[in-house]
Nanobody, 124 residues
Framework: QVQLVESGGGLVQAGGSLRLSCAAS????????MAWFRQAPGKEREFVAAISWWSAGGTYYTDSVKSRFTISGDRTKNTVYLQMNSLNAEDTAVYYC????????????????WGQGTQVTVSS
C-alpha cells in the first residue's frame, strides 16, 4: 500500500497559478502510475492528469486541462507535482492524488490508494 499526502492548495484569482504536491511513501514508487483527480461540489470525481513511472514518466491529461496543467515528478523525493496555470472558476474543486498499478488508468476504481485531498478555490 502507498501512503499519499497532498499539499499546495489554496485560494487564487482567475488567471493565476498554483502548484500541488503529492508525497508518497510505502511500497516502491517505480511501478506505479500517479494521478491527480478533482471533485467539485455535487459532481463526480474527475480524472485530471497522470504520470507513469514504469513508462519513463509518460504523461496524459484530460482535454480541459491539457494546455494549462503540467504533471511532473521527482523520483528521488517520491513526489508528484501538478502545476496549474491560467486557472478559472471551473477548476475549483478538491484535488486528490492517487496511485495505481494498472496500465494507463483513468477511472477512480482503478486507483486503490488515495490522499486526503487539498482544496483549490479560484475566485472570478
Amino acid at each position: 500500500q502507498v501512503q499519499l499526502v497532498e499539499s499546495g492548495g489554496g485560494l487564487v484569482q482567475a488567471g493565476g497559478s498554483l502548484r500541488l504536491s503529492c508525497a508518497a511513501s510505502g511500497r516502491p514508487f517505480s511501478s506505479y502510475t500517479m494521478a491527480w483527480f478533482r471533485q467539485a461540489p455535487g459532481k463526480e470525481r474527475e480524472f485530471v492528469a497522470a504520470i507513469s513511472w514504469w513508462s519513463a514518466g509518460g504523461t496524459y491529461y484530460t482535454d480541459s486541462v491539457k494546455s494549462r496543467f503540467t504533471i511532473s515528478g521527482d523520483r528521488t523525493k517520491n513526489t508528484v507535482y501538478l502545476q496549474m496555470n491560467s486557472l478559472n472558476a471551473e477548476d475549483t474543486a478538491v484535488y486528490y492524488c492517487a496511485a495505481s498499478l494498472a496500465t494507463l488508468p483513468k477511472n477512480p476504481e482503478q486507483f486503490p490508494s488515495w490522499g486526503q485531498g487539498t482544496q483549490v478555490t479560484v475566485s472570478s
